[in-house]
């Protein structure tokens, strides 16, 4: 298994500010991704964060918006930039194991106001 | 396309047993997960289907059926603590990305 920190577990922020997040995971991962879940909805894969490269993002997100950095196998950053109310969510990061079950870190609830 | 359905919202009692059913379409098919998410906290594993047939895990079952892009979630001997979202997710062939199902409210009452 994997045990995964993230923080913060919750913010409220201005618009047009940004929020970074981070994630530090307790052994070394090849694969770690961010999520988005918005009230009352299932999970949405914003992007894959790859050590030594640039993520990759999913149809709708764009590295403008949500920039991710992956400096080693152990920690990963998400900022979400110049914030509107929209962006209100529960923002999730997950790293897989043996190439079986993912684990998620607790979310970080982010509020825009 | 990839696409997951699930139910939205379910209620059982308390003791009952409950089939919480998935239907996918994905760009290949590297496995089918099922997670529980109680509200305010992160999904967990509950079980996970490659191959077709009936995998038992205690209280918690879960099947698949290839053929059909079908699978199911059983929770025998239901209990309060089982509220909960359950999501179900698809991996593409790549065997790197969860496609996530809408998830699915069990609500559980005495």
């Known amino acids: 298994s994997a045990v995964i920190s993230q923080k913060p577990s919750r913010d409220i922020c201005q618009r047009g500010t940004s929020l970074t997040i981070q994630c530090q995971v307790d052994s070394q991962v090849t694969m770690m991704f961010w999520y988005r879940q918005q009230p009352g909805q299932s999970l949405t894969l914003i992007a894959t964060?790859?050590?030594?490269?640039?993520?990759?993002?999913e149809s709708g997100f764009v590295i403008d918006k949500f920039p991710i950095s992956r400096p080693n196998l152990t920690f990963s950053t998400l900022t979400v930039s110049n914030m509107s109310p929209e962006d209100s969510s529960i923002y999730l990061c997950s790293v897989e194991t043996r190439g079986t079950e993912a684990f998620f870190g607790q979310g970080t609830r982010l509020t825009v106001v | 396309g990839q696409n997951i359905d699930q139910p939205t919202e379910m209620t059982a009692t308390e003791g009952a047993i409950v089939q919480i059913n998935c239907t996918y379409q994905t760009s290949g098919f590297n496995g089918l997960f099922w997670y529980q998410q109680h509200a305010g906290e992160a999904p967990t594993f509950l079980s996970y289907?490659?191959?077709?047939g009936l995998e038992e895990k205690g209280r918690f079952s879960s099947f698949l059926s290839r053929s059909k892009g079908y699978s199911y979630l059983l929770l025998k001997e239901l209990q309060m603590k089982d509220s909960a979202s359950y999501l179900c997710?698809?991996?593409?062939?790549?065997?790197?990305?969860?496609?996530f199902g809408p998830g699915t409210r069990l609500s559980v009452l005495p």
């Open positions: 964060a790859n050590q030594g490269s640039e993520a990759t993002y």
């Open positions: 997710a698809a991996r593409d062939n790549y065997g790197q990305n969860f496609v």
């Open positions: 289907n490659v191959l077709d």
